[in-house]
């Protein structure tokens, strides 16, 4: 079984960043080529796509809400991946999860992806 572990959420004014970090371990984990993403969901809203990478990290692909805002990045240790997170707004505000697909591809669908995180609360304020 493959464990998430998320990191760095936290209260920010809008322009402000933060950034995210997720770990991954355990279980065949290390046996695909994994794909590792960002999904978020605000209160009363559908969990939504934010970012993914494939195993290499050559390929990224980010929603349209947040390109060239957010970087998505694995760690030299593949088994990390970073959300860098620029000039936020308050309707970035939500839960962000972290998320494991076994890959190759990259997809932006939630119900692709086999493992997640418990999720770390992103607050923007105005």
């Known amino acids: 079984q493959v464990q998430l572990v998320e990191s760095g959420g936290g209260l920010v004014q809008a322009g402000g960043s933060l950034r995210l970090s997720c770990a991954a371990s355990?279980?065949?984990?290390?046996?695909?080529?994994?794909?590792m993403g960002w999904f978020r969901q605000a209160p009363g809203k559908e969990r939504e796509f934010v970012a993914a990478?494939?195993?290499?990290?050559?390929?990224?692909v980010y929603a349209d809400a947040v390109k060239g805002r957010f970087t998505i990045s694995r760690a030299n240790v593949k088994n990390m991946v970073n959300l860098q997170m620029n000039s936020l707004k308050p309707e970035d505000t939500a839960v962000y999860y972290c998320?494991?697909?076994?890959?190759?591809?990259?997809?932006?669908?939630?119900?692709?992806?086999?493992?997640w995180g418990q999720g770390t609360q992103v607050t923007v304020s105005s």
């Open positions: 355990g279980g065949t984990f290390n046996n695909y080529n994994y794909v």
């Open positions: 990478t494939d195993w290499s990290g050559g390929t990224n």
């Open positions: 998320a494991v697909d076994r890959g190759p591809a990259v997809f932006r669908a939630p119900g692709q992806y086999d493992y």
